[in-house]
């Protein structure tokens, strides 16, 4: 079975196989067999992506605004019809559970509807000229041709994330998301459909750096970046970029502070950090990295979180029973087993986890994991592990734990939770990131701006500012 065959690349306007019909096999988490097959793109592939992508251009940015909405209003319509079997495309590629897989497609039509919206709101202005009879205009013009990449961990929301903006601005895009997802991908590329777009405004290419990142860094027609992956590959796509003078927006990655002061609600804040901690295996950017609880609180909350994460049903994503799937292949698996053991070697106590399940003898699966008495300089806390593994320590007074919160390079999320209103206006006020959740973990709306700040990346993704990535700005200066 090739669950890839009725799709492929998708180059103006069609599907198709890679020039060469060289294909790589995709491997379940779960089963560790092949699920299918997908297209590798050749160098041709790619600069034929790029040509055609450079015609949908010049159609869809004369498209009007109002009739580019209806179209992006026909592809939310699409996606909405087609949940069952994006939901589990997800699951058999990542194996998350299928309850969080839908919820991801969900946030994608979301996305979509929002976008066709702000389609309509993309106001230029007047300003007062000091000319006699003059004025100055401010007009907002889509960007070019966008490339896209996106990573495996969401792959059908990080692709709305960006080439619904994309498509409202404007512009035409060239996705290339992670060869460890190229279904969900196509799924959505093919829901695209649906708005009648101008062939060539959505390109799909999948493979290897050699073939995909390079020509498209190269290439001086694409005018515009957007990655969601690591902070190493940003660091190179941003070095990268400079000959060609890209604008760029990156999702890095991110080690975020949850700080949990002795006056929170204990049962409320256990039952959302949990669920949070372990959702899609550990593997999310914005989860809980590093875990600071008051002296007072700390005994009572080690316990209940290790007790409810002992609680969670592992399996195959696919199964609705189950509540966390397995790590995205063996890698990273190993990558957490040196973690662990690690992290007990230099003394810090393993409350429960650590190992791989014993009725899970195949899968890339591992218990979920509990570190107490951890130290802020150990791996575990100090780097983004991408994995189920919560770490815990101490903490004693609010200067000290906001200083600590701030020691690390990155700045995408944090996390407060306390019933003292003056805590929440200091911590939003105080913690270096991009975005700050007070008794809550839901930082992820198509109407808010998503992003970080330092190493965890620039620009925004969602909201009134999202959009702005997609376009440049004129000025005219008009004397009539």
Not at 220 to 228: E, Y
Not at 297 to 310: D, H, N, P, T
Not at 366 to 383: I, Y
Request: charged share 20%; aromatic share 8%.
């Amino acid at each position: 079975m090739n669950i890839y065959k009725k799709f492929g690349l998708f180059i103006d306007g069609k599907w198709r196989p890679a020039g060469d019909l060289e294909t790589s096999p995709v491997i379940s988490p779960v089963t560790e067999t092949t699920v299918g097959n997908a297209p590798v793109s050749t160098i041709a592939d790619t600069e034929a992506a790029i040509v055609s992508a450079e015609r949908g251009f010049s159609a869809w940015r004369s498209t009007p605004a109002f009739k580019r909405a209806d179209a992006l209003h026909k592809i939310t319509d699409e996606l909405t019809s087609r949940y069952d079997e994006a939901a589990k495309m997800i699951s058999i590629e990542t194996g998350k559970p299928i309850a969080q897989s839908g919820r991801e497609w969900g946030l994608v039509v979301d996305q979509f509807r929002w976008h066709a919206e702000e389609a309509r709101r993309i106001y230029g202005r007047i300003i007062e000229s000091r000319i006699p009879g003059g004025r100055f205009e401010v007009h907002h013009e889509p960007i070019g041709v966008v490339a896209a990449f996106t990573a495996w961990n969401f792959p059908a929301l990080l692709i709305a994330r960006k080439v619904a903006p994309a498509l409202a601005a404007g512009c035409s895009v060239v996705l290339r998301p992670s060869s460890k997802t190229p279904g969900v991908a196509m799924i959505l590329v093919d829901c695209l459909r649906a708005g009648n777009l101008p062939n060539g405004t959505i390109n799909l290419v999948i493979g290897p750096i050699a073939n995909t990142y390079i020509p498209i860094m190269a290439s001086k027609s694409v005018r515009k970046l957007s990655l969601t992956g690591s902070t190493r590959v940003g660091q190179k796509m941003i070095r990268d970029s400079a000959d060609t003078i890209k604008k760029i927006t990156m999702e890095l990655g991110g080690n975020a502070p949850m700080i949990v002061f002795d006056d929170a609600n204990l049962e409320a804040t256990l039952e959302a950090a949990v669920a949070t901690k372990f959702a899609n295996c550990g593997q999310v950017c914005v989860t809980l990295d590093r875990i600071f609880v008051h002296e007072n609180l700390y005994s009572a909350f080690v316990k209940g979180f290790a007790a409810r994460a002992k609680e969670l049903i592992l399996g195959d994503g696919l199964d609705p029973k189950v509540q966390m799937g397995p790590l995205i292949d063996a890698r990273s698996l190993k990558a957490a087993e040196s973690v662990i053991s690690e992290t007990i070697a230099n003394g810090a106590t393993l409350v429960t986890g650590g190992q791989r399940p014993a009725h899970l003898n195949t899968g890339h699966f591992l218990q979920p994991t509990v570190f107490s008495d951890v130290s802020d300089t150990s791996r575990v806390f100090s780097e983004e592990n991408f994995a189920p593994i919560a770490a815990i320590t101490k903490f004693s007074e609010d200067d000290d734990v906001f200083s600590r919160a701030n020691a690390s390079d990155m700045g995408l999320s944090a996390y407060v939770f306390t019933s003292s209103s003056a805590r929440a206006k200091r911590a939003i006020a105080e913690l270096n990131t991009g975005m700050v959740g007070i008794n809550s973990f839901a930082l992820a709306a198509s109407e808010a701006p998503f992003g970080g700040t330092n190493f965890s990346g620039y620009g925004r993704e969602g909201g009134l500012e999202g959009i702005k990535d997609y376009l440049n700005t004129k000025l005219a200066q008009v004397v009539l």
